[in-house]
């Protein structure tokens, strides 16, 4: 991963983040994509924080899209490794977010979703 190519995928996950559509966020991952949040811990207790499959990371998004509606993402830093791309951006609510991607080729296989605060969902903005 050269950091040009992990601009170029920053630019579109940002975008599409921002449009809220989200197959195109989802066309970024793999279908056996496994992702880590603590947020998706609170907004789909049953995962435990662990969701497998594009199918759990859309509906865990899709819930949290729900209760989001001014969602928004301000891409702040783009770091690149040799198959790992960390995403460091401001969310609507001012918190500070890295996202941790791993890739095996142009779509992520793994994912976790990183805070500065033991409570991530509020400082994602989910409320329950």
Request: glycine share 10%; proline share 2%.
């Amino acid at each position: 991963m050269d950091q040009n190519t992990g601009a170029r995928f920053a630019t579109s996950w940002v975008k599409a983040w921002n449009a809220h559509d989200l197959d195109a966020v989802l066309a970024h991952f793999a279908d056996d994509v496994v992702f880590t949040s603590p947020v998706a811990a609170q907004v789909v207790p049953e995962s435990g924080g662990v969701l497998r499959g594009k199918g759990s990371l859309r509906a865990y998004w899709s819930a949290a899209l729900a209760r989001i509606p001014d969602l928004r993402f301000e891409v702040v830093g783009v770091y690149t490794g040799v198959d790992t791309l960390v995403l460091n951006y401001r969310n609507h609510a001012g918190g500070l977010v890295c996202e941790v991607l791993r890739f095996a080729g142009d779509l992520a296989v793994e994912g976790a979703g990183t805070y500065l605060s033991d409570d991530a969902a509020g400082a994602s903005g989910v409320r329950d």
